[in-house]
């Protein structure tokens, strides 16, 4: 049964950048589609990013231009590159995945089987 594993977390100043990576532990297969998610305290979570083995990306319309998806297939990882972080970026972020394959990278939370322990962001000066 494979496993996503968040990293890249931390306590960054704003206007700083972080790089997080969710890789697959205790699997072979592929994925189709990965995707980031966060949750802030108090609020619900939410779609952040997702990208398709194909390189097809979806990025919430709520963010601005300031995160960046993507994917290496061969290493089954995916990153979450946030600039510019803002105290409102605060969240744990979640890695999400699933092993069918979608030409769109716009998913709901549901069509996602795995799910990461999540890594938090920490926006502080």
């Known amino acids: 049964q494979g496993q996503l594993v968040e990293s890249g977390g931390g306590l960054v100043q704003p206007g700083g950048s972080l790089r997080l990576s969710c890789a697959t532990s205790g699997s072979s297969f592929s994925f189709g589609v990965m995707g980031w998610y966060r949750q802030a305290p108090g609020k619900q979570r939410e779609l952040v990013a997702s990208?398709?083995?194909?390189?097809?990306?979806n990025l919430a319309d709520s963010l601005e231009g300031r995160f960046t998806i993507s994917m290496d297939n061969r290493k089954n990882t995916a990153y979450l590159q946030i600039d510019s972080l803002k105290p409102e970026d605060t969240a744990v972020y979640y890695c999400a995945a699933t092993r069918r394959r979608y030409t769109s990278a716009r998913l709901p939370s549901s069509a996602y089987e795995y799910w990461g322990q999540g890594t938090q962001v920490t926006v502080s000066s």
């Open positions: 990208i398709t083995s194909g390189g097809t990306t």
